[in-house]
């Protein structure tokens, strides 16, 4: 029986997450045809997407990692939002695709564009796996969606219950949380 049976149910299979990124990967390539692109990859919980979307794209791209918390190890946001890791190079100049794994009170992300459009970029645009609009506190942009959610705490393909489940290969729901 695998570790994570008793603690995670499936919400979204693995099979479905890989089929919405290869298509994610298809629209950004059309999308940025001719343009030189940057992933912003926010950490942790985005490298999995990070990774499978920029291998679907089929563009020359550069990838930059970004820390931003605002959870620090439970359940729910602290509403406190700092940058724990920043880019590398400068970003005026650049188009920029903001890579997370979810957007659900909208806070962290609201924080971080504004941090970028600070640094000039050419473009700025949002793509995330998840949505929760349920939790919305402030309106996102997402120009790249993967899927929208109910108000259900997830782990798996990058997201983590306490640094843990990232490495399911689905989008998983904690039983009894």
Same mark, same amino acid.
């Given at each position: ?22 298509? %994610? ?55 406190? /939002? ?24 909208? %806070? ?64 998983? /729901?904690?039983?009894?949380?």
């Amino acid at each position: 029986m695998p570790f994570y049976e008793k603690e995670v149910g499936t919400l979204l299979d693995e099979k479905k997450v890989q089929a919405r990124v290869r298509e %994610l990967g298809a629209e950004i390539t059309r999308d940025y045809q001719g343009s030189d692109l940057t992933l912003v990859c926010v950490l942790k919980g985005s490298t999995f997407f990070a990774m499978d979307l920029a291998r679907a794209i089929d563009l020359p791209l550069e990838m930059e990692f970004l820390g931003v918390s605002s959870y620090q190890g439970g359940t729910e946001t602290t509403g406190e /939002v700092r940058i724990t890791t920043d880019v590398s190079k400068p970003m005026a100049g650049k188009h920029l695709l903001v890579i997370e794994d979810i957007i659900d009170t909208g %806070l962290t992300m609201s924080f971080l564009l504004e941090s970028l459009r600070a640094r000039h970029p050419a473009s700025l645009k949002v793509a995330s796996l998840l949505e929760k609009p349920s939790r919305a506190r402030t309106k996102i942009q997402i120009d790249y969606k993967g899927f929208v959610i109910d108000d259900v705490f997830v782990v798996g393909y990058g997201l983590d219950y306490g640094e843990k489940y990232r490495n399911l290969p689905f989008i998983g /729901v904690m039983k009894g949380k």
